[in-house]
T-cell receptor, first 117, second 113 residues
Framework: DTAVSQTPKYLVTQMGNDKSIKCEQN?????MYWYKQDSKKFLKIMFS???????INETVPNRFSPKSPDKAHLNLHINSLELGDSAVYFC????????????????FGEGSRLTVL | AQKITQTQPGMFVQEKEAVTLDCTYD???????LFWYKQPSSGEMIFLIY??????QNATEGRYSLNFQKARKSANLVISASQLGDSAMYFC??????????FGSGTKLNVKP
């Protein structure tokens, strides 16, 4: 079973369209994230949820709206897509706290490559 | 503000040799975690190694070791006996309170046969 799974893996769409990316984790983690990786490979945090509650909302256009129906799921909806939204979007999860054997590392999904034409 | 710096955009190493990837960080918080991730050309992010700010010894995981110099705020990754499969992007990351991770800009490592 994949620990953090996101769908779809590839998205090709026209400017102005709306699209969603879904993410699920089966690790029992409390915290989930969306990261954007641009063409220069720079990883930038977009959002973070802890137990369904938004805790980090970086400077992201409000065309991007995350939704966490439960702590195992974090979806990303993007309205009115623009060329600059083309990137790889990574979902990730982690478990907070210094529990025994827990490094708090991020577990990443495989990424969703979005191409806006 | 917290910051992670990787000053080597690209590096080459000969197969079977050791290589050091540099990472410096900036935080005034005494409690933090440092991580290294590998991203091969296939795109997935692979966790390699972790160092806690209070850990007395340098972390090691197989051929990976983290050269942690707290006073200098550096957390360099050492890969011993490089293999062709080590060719990838490597990212250094730092977290405070485990709910926000700051990533460096990455180092692209090429291992030559």
């Amino acid at each position: 079973d994949t620990a953090v799974s996101q769908t779809p893996k590839y998205l090709v769409t026209q400017m102005g369209n709306d699209k969603s990316i879904k993410c699920e984790q089966n690790l029992g983690h409390d915290t989930m994230y969306w990261y954007k990786q641009d063409s220069k490979k720079f990883l930038k945090i977009m959002f973070s949820y802890n137990n369904k509650e938004l805790i980090i909302n970086e400077t992201v256009p409000n065309r991007f709206s995350p939704k966490s129906p439960d702590k195992a799921h974090l979806n990303l909806h993007i309205n009115s897509l623009e060329l600059g939204d083309s990137a790889v979007y990574f979902c990730a999860s982690s478990q907070e706290g210094r529990l025994a054997g827990n490094t708090g590392e991020l577990f990443f999904g495989e990424g969703s490559r979005l191409t806006v034409l | 503000a917290q910051k992670i710096t990787q000053t080597q955009p690209g590096m080459f190493v000969q197969e079977k040799e050791a290589v050091t990837l540099d990472c410096t960080y900036d935080t005034s918080d005494p409690s933090y975690g440092l991580f290294w991730y590998k991203q091969p050309s296939s795109g997935e992010m692979i966790f390699l190694i972790y160092q806690g700010s209070y850990d007395q010894q340098n972390a090691t995981e197989g051929r990976y070791s983290l050269n942690f110099q707290k006073a200098r705020k550096s957390a360099n990754l050492v890969i011993s006996a490089s293999q062709l499969g080590d060719s990838a992007m490597y990212f250094c990351a730092m977290t405070l309170y485990f709910n926000k991770f700051y990533f460096g800009s990455g180092t692209k490592l090429n291992v030559k046969p």
